[in-house]
């Protein structure tokens, strides 16, 4: 696995009580050949602080809608340079064999894109239960060649396959890592590994309540599917 580096990517907006755990364990990779770029839309807490101490590389982004994370990924990845990237959110941690598994898995030239199982971080037992069925779901989908009717972002792509189909789409208001993946599999295959996981706060599924949480995603799925757009949007947390 010699001579493969990660980019990873971390869209940040106030996410100073977040940042912490998802620091920490960055720190504890086993596999340690990676940068971090913080691509920050003007935080008013103490993101940039923490992100500095750490010694990570800042980017400063004008937000200019409620929902403006494709433009900051893109701008994290042109700023890159590492061969794979890997798009993190500020309120996840990832387990210290992650990039190991994402390096052995793209150890086949085929891969063009790795997702990870995702579970929620201190979550109760039914918010357990909805993430490994979107896992199971994601898998089952993934290898029938239908890709994912779930719904999980933070994805890693080979950063070539990545800038050929132009990145993510920054007209989506949501999806967008879904449409990314879609366009990438006509150049590879996809892979969703059970062997890492990654634990996401669940956060967003408590502030929606978890019916709003499914049929808001169904809605943005659906208009995705049938139009190729997304005409609703969410406020960032």
Not at 146 to 172: A, I, N, P
């Amino acid at each position: 696995m010699g001579g493969t580096t990660f980019s990873i990517i971390i869209p940040t907006l106030n996410e100073e009580k977040n940042l912490g755990i998802c620091f920490k364990s960055l720190m504890e990779q086993t596999y340690k050949d990676f940068e971090v770029i913080i691509v920050d839309g003007g935080s008013k807490d103490n993101t940039v602080d923490m992100a500095e101490r750490y010694g990570f590389d800042i980017l400063e982004v004008e937000k200019t809608r409620p929902h403006d994370v494709s433009a900051a990924k893109n701008e994290g990845a042109r700023h890159s340079r590492g061969d794979l990237l890997f798009f993190l959110d500020a309120d996840m941690a990832m387990e210290p064999n992650c990039l190991e598994v994402l390096a052995e898995g793209f150890q086949e030239p085929d891969i063009v894109g790795i997702a990870c199982k995702v579970l929620p971080l201190e979550g109760n037992s039914l918010e357990s239960v909805m993430y490994e069925c979107n896992n199971i779901l994601a898998r089952v989908a993934n290898r029938v060649g239908v890709h994912e009717f779930s719904y999980f972002s933070c994805h890693s792509y080979r950063k070539d396959c990545f800038e050929k189909v132009g990145g993510f789409r920054e007209d989506l208001l949501a999806c967008e890592d879904l449409d990314l993946s879609l366009r990438l599999r006509h150049l590879g295959r996809y892979l969703v590994t059970p062997r890492t996981i990654l634990w996401t706060s669940p956060r967003r599924l408590r502030e929606w309540s978890y019916s709003g949480y499914v049929l808001r995603y169904l809605r943005y799925l659906t208009q995705y599917y049938l139009t190729n757009r997304v005409t609703d949007y969410y406020e960032d947390l």
